[in-house]
């Protein structure tokens, strides 16, 4: 017997030392791009020395069994009686007892170093909606830059404060690891400090309704010198946006996220395209037809079930704060989408 | 037709009022809102009530299932009919809705449906004559042969099968959904779920969306009525009782469950709903009216978990034979107690907290309205404090049937019998602790997060204890491998597989970056598998002779085996391997720069196998029920009480009572016995002399 003993440990060292090996080579984790994947990585790694010895500490012996004490043709009998045994029970309960504290202890600290507060940190205030993304950097001189990509200078740590506007959504740039979800009515934060220059994807990882998948928009970490040169010219632009109608409508559509039902450009989208709405004759699900001028565009954004457009039965359109002024101003902007 | 073959009987009805059913729904829609809307819901959803209703009718006519099926249609109709008689008497400018009735119309016509169908069927009908002060024969004698599980029964084997074959067909629905969205997941991109498509008025992306959500909650329906039927069979004959404790609430608990699964396939086509099984407002506040009939088709469903578990729990604790005491039951019975306690005290919260989103609907109640007051992450609190513990109602029985199978074909009694026993218990309880776990990033206090973290990893002592128990039972003994003893052992290395994969998740920041992917898709669907999955099936290899007299076929359960699991592990290993790279749960289509078609397509392979191995399984079961090797004696040399009867066991399990004179599992211990028979073994209420108490016959 004892010689099984030895031969099974010998097994389980060495299959534990293939399989991390083998899991550690295979490059499971995306590019590390954030000081938060680091420790996140490294956490990641005492997880998998963990699930390699205890996959082995059972399949070893398992299949070692099933091997050297198969019943042998024509053998009737039973085996040999062991009933069990206190002192081994008591090990197996008390020994894991102590390892999964520790890795408990380990998560602990680990998930305070990813939580490590910069006072120095960038705000940048993200809203998520159905189904997309905003971002809105610190006012300069009461004039704030709002964009649909997130651009952040390299090495430095950003603080996100969210929230969602409809229903609940996740903030996840897998690259980055960390990960938080947006509640509507209240405000919740995530800190990331970039370390890897290059493009991402922040892919919402909350299930928010029709169009969840496609809610992906880029991650753009550039050097601090080319963030400061983006940043210039957004800025610039949404001063010159704010003072003519179409350019303030237009800062309004991006910042609601209004595209990512109503195309631009009349490709078929989960709400009408705007391409071309103005003038445009459309047939209603009564089967009634209405040609769409400023006071429907008006009324669909005001009361969206109002007057339901033949084929979007099914697609809610939330209703919107906006003043009248902000209506009009959108109208300005959809009129040039010709 | 008398000669006829009553499913094919059933088939051709199945189509012909499926479409006739089309065709009223079309006319009624045509009415209603001036527009034919060929592929609508209205249309479909009478279809499907029509087809279902005429398939039992041909098999089985106008009595059971049938007639409670009908009665569902038109109660469903008739309060539905009521609420919408009410708003145009008030004069609301709303009396239809987008599907045919209006939400509030379409929810009470689904109560009135579902207490309809009970009364249909029959099962309250003893109850109903009671009242009345009309006494009714204590037993009911079931009609011969395979028609007694079309009906009403009492007898508790009869309504465990009854139980498994549901089971069984909620699996075959749900995997049928979920090869649909597999085949669309082989390449990124829309296939053919394209947002140009229209299909009871949803878009491609909108069908993902409900099929992606049903398949959670048809499996997870069928995983909680697959349980009851292995411990509605077993425990009673295991314990040495006649029935279970209670055998009419036994068969309402099961019959509240047909009309529950009517409910969720009505939702597919009533707009279906995108939230997943989770439900989590505000997307689900704002969903379709599918959304309602999957709250209400789980609220009806969860009476069933609720009720079957009480009288398991009473069945152990009053009906035990002579003998047996706590640490001589079989271990089956210990997992199918704690399983019991979870779900008896749990479930309500998953009910309560779907209600109250029906209620927000319904009445503007804002429990979860954050622009009113309400708070969003309440509701996950209220939701994970069932749900989490449910995974464990889930898996327990089927860790107690590796148990209970593994000393039989490893010939050495179960290693530490009392600490698996324990372990049961131990995970029942640490299990009601640890429910935020899954949600890290919710948004919840972030300090709470960390004694979450330590509850969880708790769970896995008690669970280790069952590993090393199981290796050591293996250790030293003279293994034979069956088919039921394949399906342990795959068990085992699949709940492994699924149980290390959860620490990781617990580890509060890694599971930042691991929470809402595949990976987390991967990990369950091992602990599902290995927890349930595999063990039902052992179980039904296993037990399948005691019910029919006839054994599977071996070579048959051997190709399910070899096929299913490989395929398992790649499907499973891809979900986990994409996961880590950045795949999100739910999602009807992937970014191609991510790179994942390759594994997506072998995925899809593996899920294509998986489903041909367990058509096989079906198919070997059917034609095992007649044409299966004749096995009535004690086909797996058991010391279990079962086994020292003939199959299949007569109606109240054993014609002399036996009294438990040894221990459970002693393989290999010279003359020893687990049982004897003998006419004083009874200790619990003796049925023929003397009728049960029932305090209501005033």
């Known amino acids: 017997m004892r010689r099984h003993y030895v031969i099974v440990g010998i097994l389980v060292i060495v299959m534990s030392v293939l399989i991390y090996i083998g899991l550690d080579s295979a490059g499971l984790m995306p590019v590390e791009a954030s000081a938060q994947a680091v420790d996140i990585d490294w956490m990641w790694n005492l997880e998998v020395i963990a699930m390699s010895f205890l996959f082995s500490l059972i399949v070893a012996p398992l299949a070692y069994s099933l091997i050297v004490f198969r019943r042998r043709k024509g053998d009737t009998t039973d085996a040999e009686h062991m009933e069990g045994n206190t002192r081994l029970e008591v090990a197996w309960t008390i020994v894991p007892l102590f390892i999964v504290m520790a890795y408990a202890y380990l998560g602990a600290i680990n998930l305070a170093a990813t939580q490590r507060a910069d006072p120095e940190a960038m705000v940048v205030r993200v809203t998520g909606l159905q189904w997309s993304w905003t971002f809105e950097y610190p006012a300069v001189n009461g004039v704030t830059v709002v964009s649909d990509e997130l651009h952040v200078p390299v090495n430095k740590q950003i603080l996100l404060r969210m929230t969602s506007n409809d229903v609940i959504h996740s903030f996840w740039v897998p690259e980055f690891r960390v990960k938080q979800d947006l509640v509507p009515g209240r405000i919740t934060q995530l800190r990331i400090t970039p370390t890897l220059e290059g493009n991402y994807k922040v892919r919402c990882a909350e299930l928010c309704g029709t169009s969840h998948a496609f809610m992906e928009k880029p991650v753009i970490v550039s050097s601090q010198e080319e963030y400061d040169a983006w940043f210039a010219v957004a800025l610039e632009d949404a001063v010159t946006a704010s003072q003519t109608p179409e350019g303030r409508g237009q800062a309004l559509v991006a910042a609601n996220g209004c595209a990512a039902c109503h195309s631009i450009n009349g490709a078929p989208g989960i709400g009408p395209t705007w391409f071309g709405l103005i003038g445009r004759t459309e047939e209603l699900n009564d089967g009634s037809t209405v040609v769409v001028d400023e006071a429907y565009v008006h009324e669909s954004i005001k009361a969206p079930q109002a007057k339901i457009v033949a084929g979007f039965e099914n697609q809610l359109m939330p209703t919107y704060g906006f003043t009248d002024e902000e209506i009009a101003d959108i109208v300005a902007y959809i009129k040039t989408l010709r | ?458 769970v896995a002592v008690p669970t280790g204890v069952k590993f090393f128990s199981w290796v050591a039972t293996l250790w030293g003994g003279k293994i034979e491998t069956p088919t039921p003893m394949l399906f342990v052992l795959g068990a085992i290395i699949v709940f492994l597989m699924g149980g290390l994969t959860g620490p990781p998740n617990a580890a509060i920041a890694l599971d930042l970056h691991l929470h809402d992917t595949y990976w987390v898709v991967g990990h369950f669907h091992d602990t599902i598998f290995g927890g349930f999955v595999f063990p039902f099936f052992a179980a039904i290899y296993y037990w399948f002779p005691k019910a029919t007299g006839r054994r599977m076929n071996e070579f048959w359960g051997k190709v399910h085996f070899w096929m299913m699991t490989p395929s398992f592990f790649v499907l499973t290993l891809g979900m986990m391997v994409i996961g880590l790279r950045g795949m999100r749960r739910r999602i009807v289509d992937y970014d191609p720069a991510l790179g994942f078609d390759f594994i997506q397509l072998l995925m899809t392979i593996g899920g294509y196998l998986i489903a041909l191995s367990v058509l096989i399984f079906i198919i070997n079961l059917v034609h095992s029920i007649k044409h299966g090797e004749k096995a009535e004696g004690n086909l797996w040399n058991s010391r279990s009480p079962e086994w020292q009867v003939p199959s299949p066991m007569p109606v109240h399990n054993y014609d002399v009572p036996f009294e438990v004179v040894g221990e459970p599992y002693d393989y290999g211990l010279k003359d020893s016995k687990y049982v004897e028979f003998s006419p004083n073994g009874q200790k619990h209420i003796e049925f023929t002399k003397e009728p049960e108490v029932q305090p209501h016959r005033h």
């Open chain 2, 1 to 458: 037709m008398r000669n006829t073959n009553p499913v094919w009987k059933g088939l051709l009805l199945l189509l012909v009022a499926g479409a006739i059913g089309y065709g009223i729904g079309l006319v009624l829609d045509l009415l209603v809102s001036g527009a034919i809307n060929t592929s609508g819901p209205v249309g479909a959803a009478f279809a499907i009530l029509f087809a279902v209703t005429a398939f039992f009718f041909g098999v089985y006519g106008y009595r059971g299932i049938t007639r409670g099926l009908v009665y569902q249609v038109v109660g469903t109709l008739v309060g539905a009919l009521l609420i919408t008689g009410i708003r145009a008497l008030m004069g609301l400018d709303t009396i239809f809705g987008v599907y045919l009735f209006s939400e509030p119309a379409w929810v009470v016509g689904g109560v009135v449906g579902v207490v309809s169908f009970l009364f249909g069927v029959g099962v309250v009908h003893d109850w109903v004559q009671w009242s009345r002060g009309i006494d009714t024969p204590e037993h009911h004698t079931d009609e011969p042969g395979w028609e007694k599980y079309f009906g009403v029964s009492l007898d508790h084997k009869v309504i465990g099968i009854q139980y498994t074959i549901t089971a069984l067909v909620l699996i075959a629905i749900g995997g049928t959904f979920a090869m649909i969205f597999r085949t669309e997941l082989a390449a990124s991109q829309l296939q053919f779920l394209t947002t140009e498509l229209r299909l009871f008025n949803q878009t491609g992306p909108q069908i993902y969306n409900t099929l992606m959500s049903l398949h959670g909650i048809i499996m997870i329906i069928s995983i909680l009525l697959g349980i009851s039927g292995i411990m509605n069979y077993a425990v009673p004959f295991l314990v040495g009782a006649q029935d279970m404790a209670f055998p009419r609430l036994n068969a309402f608990a099961y019959w509240v469950s047909v009309p529950a699964s009517v409910l969720m396939l009505l939702s597919l086509v009533l707009g279906g709903f995108d939230t997943g099984w989770t439900g989590y407002p505000p997307l689900s506040a704002r969903a379709p009216v599918g959304m309602q009939m999957f709250f209400l088709g789980v609220f009806t469903a969860g009476w069933s978990s609720i009720l079957g578990s009480l009288n398991v729990i009473a069945t152990v604790v009053r009906l035990r034979a002579k003998g047996m005491s706590a640490m001589r039951l079989p271990i089956l019975v210990w997992a199918s107690v704690a399983t019991s306690i979870i779900a008896l005290t749990a479930t309500q919260l998953i009910g309560l907290s779907f209600q109250l989103v029906m209620f927000q609907r319904l009445f503007g109640m804002p429990f979860f309205d954050a622009a009113r007051g309400g708070n969003p992450v309440l509701f996950q609190h209220l939701f994970w404090f069932y749900s989490h513990p449910a995974v464990y109602v889930f898996v327990l029985p089927g860790l107690g049937v590796i148990s209970e199978l593994l000393p039989v074909f490893v010939r050495k009694p179960l290693f530490g019998y009392r600490w698996v026993a324990m372990s049961s218990l131990g995970i029942a309880l640490v299990g009601f602790t640890v429910w935020a776990h899954h949600m890290f990033t919710s948004g919840m206090n972030e300090y709470l997060r960390v004694p979450f973290m330590y509850s969880t990893l708790l």
